[in-house]
Structure formats: C-alpha cells, structure tokens
C-alpha cells in the first residue's frame, strides 16, 4: 500500500528565504505524486504533479520539486518565500490500483516571518 | 463558474440526527470523491464513485451513505451522528484515467460540529 511522511509539521523561514518541504513516500508501484496547497479555510489547490518524464516538475506560484526515486522523494522548494505563501501543505501519493484515490501525508504548516 | 460546489460550509447539529452534504461539479468529470480531514488536519479517503458506480469504499461507518443521482453530483448522508463525526468533509472530482497521475478539483469543504 502506498504512504506518505511529510518531515516537520512546522516549517518557519523569513520572507526571501528558501522554502523547502520534505515529502517521502512509500509505493509498491510506480508513483505519481502531487503537492497540494490549502490556504485557511479553503479546499486544496494543486500546486504540481509528477506522473512520468522530468524529474524536476515546476508548479504554480514559483513552488518546484523533484522526484527521487532512488530517495524515494519528492520534496517541495521555493528558492524565494513570499508572506502569501503561509499555508498548509500536503503531499500526496495516488494509489492508482485502487481507483485512483490519494493518500495524504500528515501536512507542513508554512509560516513565513516578515 | 464554480468548478467544485459543496453545501452546506458550515453545520452544526446535535449527537443523534441525521443530515446530509452535498456536492456538485460542472468539470465534466466522470469521479468524484469524499474526503475527510480531520482535526489535526490528517486527510483520508472516505468514498469514490465513477459514473453514478461506487468503487473505493474505505473502511467507514455504514452510518455514512453516499448518493450518486448522477455523474455531477455526489451527496453523503450521515445518519445517527457521534461527535467523531465533526471534521471537515472535502468533495472532490477528476476525469476518468485507467492510472494514476490525474488530478483532483477539490471543493472548499464543509466544516461539521457535532455537539
């Protein structure tokens, strides 16, 4: 069965700082992974996906990650963090063997500090 | 032009009732599912229907009930509730794909109290 362990429930940096946010996943097939993003109170946004090719997958709002397989990573960079950015991630895992559903890892609260 | 609707966004109900929570997309997407995030935030898969068709049911309580009148809409019914049952629920929809890599559109959730 596929799972996800994101590292670090809080994750604090300045604003220009580099965001990294660590996700690692576990699969007994091929992965396609996701990054989600939800700001307080509101459903979640896809931020980017990996599904085959490039390893290193470039998502909405300036966010990247890339994919390790021999890591069995996907972790989630920004290299300059805007105030906008405080949310909370997810990093998800489809398990696609099973009707397509998402597994979630536990979530990174972001918070950046002006 | 809403992509992913859920009604209602907040519900406050007492231990025991029943209520429902309903969901729509205009994606034209053929899946759609329920999601529950709990209070420490931890989201879960709950259901997962194609074409009015069930076809992921976790291990959830018969208590809860999914409804599928049709490919745009997917409503859960909650009966007796506990007040485990106070999260918030997520609806969210995607095309039909024979492997993983799809994206899912997700609602702005409902948020349940059970008091």
């Known amino acids: 069965a596929q799972s996800v362990t994101q590292l670090g429930s809080h994750v604090s940096v300045s604003e220009g700082a580099l965001v990294l946010l660590r996700c690692n996943y576990s699969s007994s097939v091929p992965p396609y992974l996701f990054w989600y993003v939800q700001y307080p109170n509101q459903g979640l946004q896809l931020l980017l996906k990996y599904t085959t090719g490039a390893t290193l997958v470039k998502g909405i709002n300036g966010f990247e990650a890339e994919f390790k397989k021999s890591e069995t990573s996907f972790h989630l960079t920004k290299p300059s963090a805007h105030m906008s950015d405080a949310a909370e991630y997810f990093c998800?895992?489809?398990?696609?063997?099973?009707?397509?559903?998402?597994?979630f890892g536990a979530g990174t609260i972001l918070r950046v500090k002006s | 032009d809403t992509a992913v609707s859920q009604t209602p966004k907040y519900l406050v109900t007492q231990m025991g009732n029943d209520k429902s929570i309903k969901c729509e997309q205009n994606l034209g997407h053929d899946t759609m599912y329920w999601y529950k995030q709990d209070s420490k935030k931890f989201l879960k898969i709950m259901f997962s229907y194609n074409n009015k068709e069930l076809i992921i049911n976790e291990t959830v309580p018969n208590r809860f009930s999914p409804k599928s009148p049709d490919k745009a809409h997917l409503n859960l019914h909650i009966n007796s509730l506990e007040l485990g049952d106070s999260a918030v629920y997520f609806c969210?929809?995607?095309?039909?794909?024979?492997?993983?890599?799809?994206?899912?559109?997700f609602g702005p959730g409902t948020r349940l109290t059970v008091l």
């Open positions: 998800a895992v489809s398990d696609w063997e099973y009707g397509n559903k998402l597994v």
């Open positions: 969210a929809s995607s095309p039909l794909g024979t492997s993983g890599g799809i994206e899912q559109f």
